[in-house]
């Protein structure tokens, strides 16, 4: 059957940006004064979107980019990159659920639903200039860092491959020779404990070191009534990271940053949301099976509550988690005569392990449990030169990446007679990927520059994989394999760009870039229908107008973006129940698509000890083509072009207010509130699984003594206790009936005090 297409639509832009532009200028007070948290929130951030040799202030940069200094993270009250999934417009900073510890992150409606290591994301996560080369354990602690940008939008020109979405740039904190030393304490109602310490300081004239230690003991929050545990959840993470800087000459400098760290935790916390029992027609009658409610009854738990409102969980199997890290990134900058530039260079290592266990029936049966293992390990190097010639600036470099990973996956599935299937499969893959990328930015006079670049890119993936149902493994390794492959892909990424500077305070831009994700193979294959063949990269073009504007002597900045990405082979993870394997995974090319939006962020200096801040983000879109069957009903047709994309949900918009209250000689107490909403969204390619709307509210009050040395502060976070979702994943009727699901929770609302003491 032929694929059905449809028209491109094109709905008129928000007019929201310019309305809340005016509305916030109209309240603003003649001055203000930079001190305290208000001061601190109101600093222009120093970013490294375009790679330049120094660092450049975020109104200067013609990207759409949220970022936050390390100062700033602090004054947020933030512990980890999903702290600040809704604090953005049209992103979303979240952990998948499946295996704790694996960003599932979206940003302008392009984000993938897998823990699956082979499959490649649409946000790219790079620290301190290394891409972290599978999603697994991404979500990382914010403790003593420089600063995190969240890049919106492809960066295929200066970031490569797998940079569709948008980018999440992180920076750790370098080593200076002012000495230094900090301290944090945090703990929460449910015993959530954070301690954390950093020294700097110079050991030579010429050499500078930072240790940063970090140590959570988290008690667990969630109530399993199946196993009484009313601690369900709990963790146990830390890490260490020394660095240190050497000044080689008076012109070259080298930077090695290390870090070792492990998580132990409970396996993943989720509900099974099977609301009614669903009934089979026999040639004698008829078979019912159960809901989830009803399994829980026949188990003897009376009055479990699992609807969408309801944190309670009944899984029989709590499970575990165990990860391990260990990363060493150098950095070595020579600046040179020629172009008045500077050489860079940037040798990274990542070696990760993991090893886990989940209940995903979420029932008190056994039904589907999955005891997963990856072990990866990642070695790369980036040679980059960034100078001026003339009216000309600079940017261009070679890149190169190689990793090997190892998945293997035991499911402990029903049979349906009162035993169980034991299958265990996977899959290993030699991935190595180079690149060649420059970008000039030229200007044509005082006020306008142009930007003309391009990267190309080459990459090549050798992949075995063993179909869990052939069992061909045990979690030590795989006897055979049914797919024995190698396949490889090119793609040249342009961008064309303008810049009009108006005024010292004001910038407009445009550009249009391209962007590609990897082909690959999914090393979870349970399908019979299926084979675990490559699937081809995925495209996209993007156009986008933007404006920074700061109003009223930099007391009102705003920043402004609209957008049109065309996606080419939309590469998905589609999820279909199985009474066999409980769960099908199918990584595919599914179709083309159309994402359109606007989004805006704005703060207000109020007063000199009042700051508003507000964003909103808007987006919209369509399947253009399907290019096979996504709802399961066995036909490729209208039906499944009028699906939602997952993932999509089409407003984000926050509001907050940060407040100092001067005590003079006595110091300070700030105050903050933010409220956050995000719409509903489907989670999965039939649009069966659904994340929910959430209306997020989160506070802080803090006191500073005048020296600024300390700080004591309480703080509360979703504070409506909305229930927000990991994923919801449809389970086939077996194990839940009508609407059987799993879906991973998250923390409901959580209050707590913390103490920061610095020398």
């Given at each position: 059957?032929?694929s059905p297409?449809k028209?491109?639509?094109?709905?008129?832009?928000l007019?929201?940006?310019?309305?809340?532009?005016?509305?916030?200028a109209?309240?603003?007070?003649?001055s203000?004064?930079?001190e305290?948290?208000v001061?601190t929130?109101?600093?222009?951030v120093q970013?490294?979107?375009?790679?330049?040799?120094d660092?450049e202030?975020?109104?200067?940069?013609?990207?759409?980019?949220?970022a936050?200094?390390?100062?700033?993270l602090?004054?947020?009250q933030?512990?980890?990159?999903?702290?600040?999934?809704?604090?953005?417009p049209?992103?979303?900073?979240e952990?998948?659920?499946?295996?704790k510890?694996?960003?599932?992150?979206?940003?302008?409606?392009?984000g993938v639903?897998s823990s699956i290591?082979?499959i490649?994301?649409t946000?790219?996560v790079f620290?301190?200039g290394?891409?972290?080369?599978?999603?697994a354990?991404?979500v990382?602690?914010v403790f003593?860092?420089?600063?995190i940008e969240?890049l919106?939008?492809?960066q295929?020109?200066?970031?490569?491959r797998?940079?569709t979405?948008?980018?999440?740039?992180?920076?750790t904190?370098?080593?200076t020779?002012?000495?230094?030393a900090?301290?944090?304490v945090?703990?929460t109602?449910?015993l959530?404990?954070v301690?954390?310490?950093?020294i700097n300081g110079a050991?030579s004239?010429?050499v500078?070191g930072?240790?940063?230690?970090y140590?959570?003991d988290?008690?667990?929050w969630?109530?399993?009534?199946?196993t009484?545990n009313?601690?369900?959840?709990a963790?146990?993470?830390?890490?260490?990271r020394?660095?240190?800087?050497?000044?080689?000459n008076?012109?070259a400098e080298?930077?090695?940053?290390?870090?070792?760290?492990?998580?132990?935790s409970?396996?993943?916390?989720?509900?099974?949301r099977?609301?009614?029992?669903?009934?089979i027609?026999l040639?004698?009658?008829?078979?019912?099976y159960p809901?989830?409610?009803?399994?829980a009854?026949w188990a003897?738990i009376?009055?479990?509550d699992?609807s969408?409102?309801?944190?309670?969980?009944a899984?029989d199997?709590?499970?575990?988690?165990?990860?391990?890290?260990?990363?060493?990134?150098t950095?070595?900058n020579?600046?040179?005569?020629?172009?008045?530039?500077?050489?860079?260079?940037?040798l990274?290592w990542?070696?990760?392990e993991?090893?886990?266990?989940?209940d995903?029936?979420?029932l008190p049966?056994?039904g589907f449990h999955a005891?997963?293992?990856?072990?990866?390990?990642q070695?790369?190097?980036?040679?980059?030169?960034?100078?001026?010639?003339?009216?000309t600036?600079?940017t261009?470099?070679?890149?190169w990446?190689s990793?090997?990973?190892t998945?293997?996956?035991?499911?402990l599935l029903?049979?349906?007679?009162g035993?169980?299937?034991?299958?265990?499969?996977?899959g290993v893959?030699?991935?190595?990927?180079?690149g060649?990328?420059?970008?000039?930015?030229i200007d044509?006079?005082e006020?306008?520059?142009?930007?003309?670049?391009?990267?190309?890119?080459s990459?090549e993936?050798?992949?075995?994989?063993?179909s869990?149902?052939?069992?061909y493994?045990?979690l030590s390794?795989?006897?055979?394999?049914?797919?024995?492959?190698?396949?490889?892909?090119s793609a040249?990424?342009p961008?064309?760009?303008?810049q009009?500077t108006?005024?010292?305070e004001?910038?407009?831009?445009t550009f249009?870039?391209?962007?590609?994700?990897?082909?690959?193979?999914?090393?979870?294959n349970?399908?019979?229908n299926?084979?675990?063949?490559?699937?081809?990269?995925?495209?996209?073009?993007?156009f986008?107008?933007?404006a920074k504007?700061?109003?009223?002597?930099g007391r009102?900045r705003t920043?402004m973006?609209?957008?049109?990405n065309s996606i080419?082979?939309?590469q998905?993870?589609e999820?279909?129940?199985?009474?066999?394997?409980?769960v099908?995974?199918?990584?595919?090319?599914?179709?083309?698509?159309?994402?359109?939006g606007?989004?805006?962020?704005?703060?207000?200096a109020?007063?000199?000890?009042l700051?508003?801040?507000f964003?909103?983000g808007?987006?919209d879109?369509?399947?253009?083509?399907?290019l096979?069957?996504?709802?399961?009903d066995?036909?490729?047709?209208d039906?499944?072009?009028?699906?939602e994309?997952?993932r999509?949900?089409?407003w984000?918009?926050?509001i907050g207010?940060v407040?100092?209250l001067?005590?003079?000689?006595?110091g300070?107490?700030?105050?903050?509130?933010n409220?956050?909403?995000r719409?509903?969204?489907?989670?999965?390619?039939?649009?069966?699984?659904m994340l929910?709307?959430?209306?997020?509210?989160d506070?802080?009050?803090g006191?500073?003594?005048?020296s600024g040395?300390?700080?004591?502060?309480?703080f509360g976070?979703n504070?409506?206790?909305?229930?927000t979702?990991?994923?919801?994943?449809?389970?086939?009727?077996?194990?839940?009936?009508?609407?059987?699901?799993?879906t991973p929770?998250?923390k409901?609302?959580v209050?707590?005090?913390e103490f920061i003491?610095e020398?």
């Open positions: 059957m032929g297409s028209p491109k639509q094109h709905s008129a832009l007019s929201a940006c310019s309305v809340a532009t005016l509305w916030l109209s309240g603003i007070s003649p203000y004064a930079a305290g948290a001061g929130l109101m600093e222009e970013v490294t979107a375009r790679k330049r040799a660092a202030l975020l109104q200067d940069v013609p990207v759409a980019a949220t936050y200094s390390g100062d700033q602090e004054a947020l933030t512990r980890d990159l999903q702290s600040l999934s809704f604090k953005m049209n992103v979303q900073l952990d998948v659920g499946t295996v510890n694996t960003a599932n992150f979206t940003v302008r409606g392009l639903n290591p082979s490649d994301p946000v790219g620290v301190d290394m891409y972290l080369g599978v999603n354990g991404v990382t602690d003593d860092l420089e600063g969240v919106r939008g492809p295929g020109l200066l970031f490569g797998n940079v979405g948008g980018a999440v740039v992180v920076k904190a370098r080593p020779d002012e000495f230094s900090r301290v944090k945090s703990t109602d449910n959530d404990v301690t954390a310490g950093s050991i004239d010429d500078n930072r240790l940063t230690v140590y959570n988290d008690r667990g969630f109530e399993n009534v199946a009484g009313d601690n369900a959840g963790s146990d993470s830390w890490f260490i020394p660095s240190f800087s050497v000044q080689l008076e012109t080298l930077l090695v940053r290390m870090e070792h760290g492990r998580m132990d409970d396996g993943v916390v989720a509900q099974n099977g609301y009614a029992s669903y009934e027609p040639g004698d009658g008829s078979y019912q809901s989830a409610t009803e399994w009854e003897g009376l009055g479990w699992n969408e409102d309801s944190f309670e969980v899984q199997e709590e499970g575990y988690q165990k990860d391990e890290w260990s990363q060493i990134i950095e070595f020579k600046d040179v005569e020629f172009g008045d530039g500077t050489i860079t260079n940037i990274a990542r070696e990760y993991a090893r886990g266990l989940g995903i029936d979420s049966i056994v005891d997963s293992s990856v072990d990866q390990s070695l790369s190097n980036e040679l980059r030169y960034a100078g001026r010639f003339g009216r600036a600079i261009a470099g070679v890149y990446f990793q090997d990973v998945y293997l996956e035991n499911r029903a049979d349906g007679e035993g169980t299937i034991d299958w265990t499969g996977g893959q030699d991935h190595s990927t180079y060649l990328f420059t970008q000039a930015d044509l006079n006020a306008w520059v142009l930007t003309l670049g391009g990267r190309y890119s990459e993936k050798d992949a075995k994989i063993a869990i149902p052939l069992n493994c045990t390794g795989c006897s055979n394999y049914d797919l024995d492959d190698s396949e490889s892909w040249f990424t961008k064309l760009g303008l009009w108006v005024s010292d004001t910038q407009l831009y249009w870039t391209k962007g590609f994700r990897s082909g690959g193979y999914n090393f979870r349970t399908s019979w299926f084979k675990p063949e490559a699937t081809d990269q995925e495209e996209q073009s993007s986008e107008i933007g504007v700061d109003w009223l002597d009102l920043n973006a609209v957008f049109h080419d082979n939309m998905r993870e999820n279909f129940s199985s009474p066999e394997a409980g099908v995974q199918v990584i595919r090319n599914t179709a083309d698509a159309t994402i359109r606007a989004e805006l962020e704005t703060m207000a109020l007063s000199e000890n700051l508003l801040t964003n909103v808007y987006v879109g369509d399947y253009d083509k399907v096979g069957d996504l709802n399961g066995g036909f490729v047709d039906e499944d072009l009028g699906l994309i997952p999509l949900a089409p984000t918009y926050g207010l407040h100092d001067s005590l003079g000689s006595y300070t107490i700030t105050s903050r509130i409220y956050n909403h719409d509903e969204a489907p989670y999965t390619d039939d649009n069966k699984g929910s709307e959430v209306e997020m509210v506070f802080s009050i006191y500073t003594a005048d040395q300390y700080t004591v502060s309480i976070k504070m409506l206790d909305e229930v979702e990991g994923n919801d994943t449809q389970l086939p009727v077996n194990l839940g009936g009508i609407g059987a699901s799993f929770l998250n409901g609302r209050m707590g005090v003491y020398l």
